[in-house]
């Protein structure tokens, strides 16, 4: 029985093909057309306050990233990606209380200081996030060849992780961690997964994802620099 269990890969579990999952991806976006609009319009907002960098600001950060979990995961996790694999289900779960958890923290957390950064710093972290999340959706049309198959922050979950991560530093990094789990999580999952899939493009977002999450779980600002 032991040695038969040995035999299975990764690959025998999993019920459908590329061409199914890339698919998946044009569904939800002729489906939600044009809500998509929504998605870019919280991509700038985010970006922005991370320029602007305050207390209130941070509030609203977390804010705009629990509707992008609970939308990405009660959406394209649960409606779309469950049915053809069952994990994705149980993610999306996962999706929707971690949007609750943060809805929580940014409405009652209570911060006494907040770090100091330059503003050159706090121009370079909005921008290079609206970056990231402006190319990083690419990287499934350049796999499917399909325009349609584009995958949008708050729409998809793995450019909602990806960006979540960094959005994680506004966060005390006693509490932070356990915000950066199911990026974690989620990051091995779907690396395996589209790996065994073929589509070696899409591999880049969850990896990124983990190395991030890592990076973030070891940061920790100068008690110089930051008090709180």
Known sequence: MDSNWLSYSLSDFLMFGPEVFLRLFVRINQDIWPWQGIAVIMVVAIGALLVRGD???RRGILLLMAAAWLWSGAGFLMEYYGPVNLPATWFGWAFVLQGALLTVVALVWRWDTVA???AMARWSSGIGWVVIMGLSPLLTVAQSGNWHSVALFAVTPHVTALGAVPCMLVLPRRIRWLFLLLPLVW????VA???TLGT???VVIP????ALAVLALLFSPRRAQNRG
């Open 55 to 57: 207390i209130l600001a």
């Open 116 to 118: 100091e950064q330059s």
């Open 187 to 190: 990051g091995l999952f779907s």
């Open 193 to 195: 997964t589209l790996w």
């Open 200 to 202: 070696r493009v899409l």
């Open 207 to 210: 990896a990124a994802t983990l």
